[in-house]
């Protein structure tokens, strides 16, 4: 089973890209983030053409995720646990049925937390990832195959940077953003493209602005993460790099995951 997660960064002007995209990668899941619509205008029918079940948690002009699968959904639940304050479309977890079990998905935009000296600011990214880490803490009592999968808006080490040095003060690369990232391991997720490979430049996200993709000046901020019971089956891993450089690009990147995993 193909599982994958792709920041659209505008879900309205990127139909026609992420439709080609789908037919040639035939995803059975994917996870998408910054879809910047309410629900009742996300292009639902475009996508349920080619085969995929809908499920979305949209929000006007910001934010959003969705979920789209070519096996039904059992159960959706939208908003991350943890603060009914928080009314931000940031997290989309949906159930769906394999053999002999199910599976578990979260489509997951984490907050970008900048500039890191906005307390305000950098205090929501890191109270969100406690939330996140304290449902994925839960989620492992299940013992169910789990891929929380999305845009992190988390560097996970200087590997995962084209430059380093340029981004120490960022909030996507502050040692305590890296410590929180830190946690979803230590409490036995595994990083599916850091299990696939451990090559420098790959990257998921490139800017639009100063020729950031034809320099290569990306960062890796899009991640699979797997539970045990999903790390045991991955078989394989990869980021598709070429659709920065198509029509009407994102600036992130699909990146997907292949499990041993049977529908049932």
Known sequence: MRIA?????????????????????????????????????????EFEGLGYNVAVHGQKTYNGVAVLSKLPFDDVTPRLPG?????????????????NGVLRVASIYLP??????????????LAWM???????????????????????????TPNDVYAPEQ?????????????????????????????????????TFWDYQGGA??????????HLMLSPQAADRLAQAGIDKDMRAREKPSD???????LNVEAR
């Open 5 to 45: 997660t792709f920041n659209v960064n505008s879900i309205k002007q990127r139909v026609e890209p992420l439709k080609t995209w789908l037919k040639e990668r035939e995803p059975d899941i994917v996870c998408l983030q910054e879809i910047k619509c309410v629900d009742d205008a996300f292009p639902r029918a």
């Open 83 to 99: 603060d009914d304050t928080d009314d931000h479309a940031r997290y989309l977890e949906a159930v769906i049925s394999i053999k």
């Open 112 to 125: 970008n937390g900048n500039p890191a000296n906005d307390e305000r600011k950098y205090g929501f990214k």
């Open 130 to 156: 406690d939330r996140l880490a304290a449902r994925a803490r839960e989620l492992l009592a299940t013992e169910e195959p789990i891929v929380l999968a999305g845009d992190y808006n988390v560097i996970p």
């Open 167 to 203: 981004w120490l003060t960022d909030a996507l690369f502050l040692p305590t953003t890296r410590a929180k990232f830190r946690v979803f391991e230590t409490l036995g997720y595994v990083d599916a493209i850091r299990a696939a490979s451990d090559s420098k430049e790959l990257y």
């Open 213 to 222: 993709f034809q320099k290569n000046n990306g960062i890796r901020i899009d």
């Open 252 to 258: 992130h990147v699909p990146v997907w995951v292949d």
